[in-house]
């Protein structure tokens, strides 16, 4: 990198998405905009794609924990989105498992109010919480959290225990046009867990966390999902966690 008048000019092995090429190329930069990539070959190119350096668009988070509202001593929104700008990242989506869980329009409001006055200018969406609480027992109201701007659907770090209520967040928010984003697990079966199941874990005198009580909620999550898609074609489904 080297600095030029009001900008910088910047090498290194960039990737353009828009046009589906990657390669050596020189960038450079004037008060913050792109004025010009040159693609390299030859001498030029030499050595840069092993330096080290990724030209990048900006990245997407689409599971980031901010903490708050809750636990602003850990994290702020706005330390977030620093935190974001750092690593490369220019949008990241944040889930509802803050205290408390954003699973009304008003906590929608109050973190996209605190991305907007913290300047930064890294993208924040959040996501409303599938049932009040977090708590897995009533549908959190999804059409006022749609109305606000959520992103999508999730209880991040819990299941949704009941099959019945899946089925119906999954057909509800389908018709919204959002996704459910589900967190694969059986809590019959990993209750107590501290390792995963197997000859480690029974050395270790640790509770095991058997393959069944995540593949078994994966395979039920499909299956509802392919029964709700034939009465709402426009319901999805995202597993994340998945080990």
Do not use: C
């Not at 050595?47 to 809750?70: K, M, N, Q, S, Y």
């Not at 993208?123 to 109305?147: F, S």
């Not at 480690?200 to 499909?222: F, H, M, N, Q, T």
């Amino acid at each position: 990198m080297s600095e030029v008048a009001d900008g910088l000019v910047l090498r290194g092995w960039a990737v353009d998405p828009a046009s589906g090429r990657e390669g050596a190329a020189q960038i450079e930069v004037r008060e913050g905009v792109l004025e010009r990539l040159t693609w390299l070959a030859g001498a030029d190119a030499d050595g840069l794609d092993a330096d080290g350096t990724l030209i990048l668009p900006g990245l997407v988070d689409l599971h980031a924990h901010f903490r708050e509202p809750g636990n602003e001593d850990a994290e702020t929104v706005a330390t977030g989105q620093a935190a974001a700008a750092h690593g490369g990242f220019t949008t990241v989506a944040v889930m509802p498992n803050t205290t408390p869980a954003i699973d009304e329009p008003g906590l929608v409001a109050r973190v996209r109010a605190a991305a907007g006055a913290s300047g930064s200018p890294v993208r924040v969406l959040v996501h409303g919480a599938v049932t009040v609480g977090r708590k897995g027992e009533t549908l959190a109201p999804l059409g006022e959290l749609a109305d606000a701007g959520v992103a999508g659907f999730s209880d991040d770090g819990a299941p949704v225990h009941a099959a019945a209520l899946l089925r119906n967040a999954l057909a509800y928010a389908g018709s919204l046009g959002l996704a459910i984003i589900d967190h694969p697990e059986d809590p019959t079966l990993t209750a107590g867990a501290e390792a995963s199941e197997g000859y480690v874990a029974s050395v270790l005198g640790l509770k095991g966390w058997p393959v069944a009580g995540e593949a078994g909620a994966v395979a039920r999550a499909i299956a509802i999902l392919a029964d709700t898609v034939g009465d709402v074609p426009g319901a999805r489904l995202h597993l994340t966690h998945v080990s």
